[in-house]
């Protein structure tokens, strides 16, 4: 099942993607919903952001190809974490498919995506094993979790080079049913492949964050967890580059680029 | 004026704090509201959290005899930061005065108190300067920064140092009018004080961040910035404890402490 969230000249709704079309459904699958009778052409339709998390939770570090090839570009020994302590990104800067990402003038660049798997939480939980984590688990969208890598390197936190307005696109649906540690997540930019790598890849499990995270914190529909990026992520992007993340189940979440005053 | 958030057997309503008595509002200070001519007696209602933020900044280290006390603790030698960058903390730990601060049971402490002022954001801003920075603020409330410095100095990121379940406690009320660089805040353990700093010595203003976040982020009405913390943060919290913390005009933000188990 695929869920995305959709705007009809204002008229805001989840809705069941079917294909090309979109069944329109009253309530929202964070809650109890009912399908309705009424069919959209997708076409027709917005896609919004699939939800707006109370808790938005990264793994940052999650693959070791990436941690080495940063470590390559910039001279330093960042060892792969030893425990899979959870990061935090901010709700000021997510955007739905379609939308753009807007570089400050004063980033000091280079600006990079990062393309991300999400695992976003249906059900209330705390407490769960590995074996149960992915039992609060709705479904899976894209995340670009675009980064200033010259304010990662300068800043104390990383707010400006992770949370700047639209850097954080998310979608474009959530799609249920999925193993998030057998999948292929790529990355286009201006419409040539740049990036793909597999989940099973990640120095630790959606299913082990789930349940540390759930060791200490409550799990809420509608909270987030962005599962880590691999490898490089080349090339840099740039003032009229697009810039897409894709996987075959969930679908393409493509987001224009600007530089402001460019 | 002051507000708050309420609960009156299961309605929830926001209302303007007179002494002792509330005047309910009917829409919420966040947008529009009508005030209405219902009057309760404070003590008849439940305050609640007063808001529940779409981003939850703070600032961190802010006031230099904080940070000596904590490197002659831990030995360390951590400088004062030299620009305001921002950190976050998540909703899932927040909770509203008289509720209650669970330490869990594999905690390695020690478990410590950090009163905090707390700028809450009520209209949309972005490009602020420092001048007009406070024209985006409805009031200040308070927060407890409940920390384990054990976790703090174990874990790559702040995740459970800093955001177990219950670990941010924040209210009372928001008073709006106040000069959040002249203000008192103090902290009670057991009736008795434990802390109490001036916010004057913030080595970056409320102003400042607020205008720092803003050249690149989008602040929405409900956000809140958690302005840091003087001092040393002693005695530790141990089951049983009651943690206040204190400012005349915004009121008393109180927490029974108990451990997981025990």
Redesign the interface.
Same mark, same amino acid.
């Given at each position: 099942m695929k869920y995305g969230r959709f705007d009809q000249q204002g008229r805001i709704f989840y809705g069941r993607v079917e294909g090309d079309s979109v069944v329109e459904l009253d309530g929202s699958p964070f809650d109890t919903f009912r399908v309705t009778t009424k069919r959209h052409a997708l076409a027709s339709l917005k896609t919004l952001l699939p939800c %707006?998390p /109370? &808790?938005?939770?990264c793994a /940052?570090l999650n693959y070791l190809a990436h941690i080495e090839w940063g470590n390559a570009r910039k001279g330093t020994n960042k060892k792969p $974490?030893e425990?899979a302590? %959870? /990061?935090? +990104?901010? &709700? &000021?800067?997510l955007i739905g498919t379609g939308e753009t990402i807007v570089i $400050?003038a004063d980033s000091p660049g280079p600006v990079q995506y990062e393309g991300e798997l999400v695992a976003v939480i249906g059900k209330k939980a +705390?407490n769960l094993t590995e074996a149960d984590a992915l039992s609060c688990v709705l479904g899976y969208t894209l995340g670009n979790d675009v980064s200033d890598r010259g304010w990662q390197a300068s800043? =104390? !936190?990383l #707010? =400006?080079a992770k &949370?700047?307005?639209t850097w954080k696109p998310m979608g474009p649906f959530i799609t249920t049913g999925l193993d998030p540690m057998n999948l292929t997540v790529s990355v286009n930019v201006n419409g040539e492949q740049a990036a793909e790598y597999t989940t099973d890849k990640m120095l630790f499990s959606a299913q082990h964050y789930i349940a540390e995270?759930t060791?200490?914190? !409550?799990? #809420?529909p509608g909270?987030v967890i962005w599962l880590g990026t691999d490898n490089a992520t080349l090339p840099d992007l740039k003032h009229g580059d697009v810039c897409e993340i894709v996987q075959k189940d969930i679908g393409v979440l493509r987001n224009p680029v600007v530089r402001a005053g460019a």
């Open positions: %707006v /109370g &808790n938005f939770y /940052g $974490p425990k302590d %959870v /990061g935090y +990104r901010s &709700n &000021n800067a $400050p +705390r800043d =104390r !936190t #707010w =400006r &949370n700047c307005d995270i060791s200490y914190m !409550t799990l #809420w909270d």
